[in-house]
T-cell receptor, first 113, second 115 residues
Framework: KNQVEQSPQSLIILEGKNCTLQ??????????LRWYKQDTGRGPVSLTI?????NTKSNGRYTATLDADTKQSSLHITASQLSDSASYIC????????????FGAGTRLAVHP | KAGVTQTPRYLIKTRGQQVTLSCSPISGHRSVSWYQQTPGQGLQFLFEYFSETQRNKGNFPGRFSGRQFSNSRSEMNVSTLELGDSALYLC??????????????FGNGTRLTVT
């Protein structure tokens, strides 16, 4: 069964600290993996997209890694800011179209001053 | 460049009624997809339209339908509303579609409440 599991479910960190969010998947055949940031009451915003051959991709203070062998991805946030408070959603796509998009439940991150 | 626009932002309906939601994609984007987001189920794919044709469909009942116009604007319709249809409905546009590794650009959604 295609599944995407994210951990932790929620996280609280202090402003300026780093953190790492995890995404494990059992989606096959794998096409790509995406990380999105969703602020409360708004739509998700794309952070990174990685295909099978990519193992690291950065977007400013956000760095995503992908290990296709172990089917694990992580999103590392450096020098967190209050505006990083949001839900972070991992989405894995299997080949075959939109009905092969598998969404994780998300990690809710709160950055405190 | 204008982003994805969804209207209305909020909607309150009664069980049994029907509702139509609208989505205007980013100019030049031909793929529009729709999603339902609830606290219990998270994000779930409803369907995708590309050049006025439904190209992919998720596992939702036939009460959920959509269409796309020649200018790529899309509408989603839900008939015979149920309490469980209360959710945030998101649409996303992309140049070619998710399977081509195209980024998905989401609107801010329509919050539907069914009473």
């Amino acid at each position: 069964k295609n599944q995407v599991e994210q951990s932790p479910q929620s996280l609280i960190i202090l402003e300026g600290k780093n953190c790492t969010l995890q995404c494990n998947y059992t989606v096959s055949p794998f096409s790509n993996l995406r990380w999105y940031k969703q602020d409360t009451g708004r739509g998700p915003v794309s952070l990174t997209i990685m295909t099978f051959s990519e193992n690291t991709k950065s977007n400013g203070r956000y760095t995503a890694t992908l290990d296709a062998d172990t089917k694990q991805s992580s999103l590392h946030i450096t020098a967190s800011q209050l505006s990083d408070s949001a839900s972070y959603i991992c989405v894995v796509s299997a080949t075959g179209g939109y009905n092969k998009l598998i969404f994780g439940a998300g990690t809710r991150l709160a950055v405190h001053p | 460049k204008a982003g994805v626009t969804q209207t209305p932002r909020y909607l309150i309906k009664t069980r049994g009624q029907q509702v139509t939601l609208s989505c205007s994609p980013i100019s030049g984007h031909r793929s529009v997809s729709w999603y339902q987001q609830t606290p219990g189920q998270g994000l779930q794919f409803l369907f995708e339209y590309f050049s006025e044709t439904q190209r992919n469909k998720g596992n939702f009942p036939g009460r959920f339908s959509g269409r796309q116009f020649s200018n790529s604007r899309s509408e989603m319709n839900v008939s015979t509303l149920e309490l469980g249809d209360s959710a945030l409905y998101l649409c996303a546009s992309s140049l070619m579609g998710a399977e081509y590794n195209s980024p998905l650009h989401f609107g801010n959604g329509t919050r539907l409440t069914v009473t």
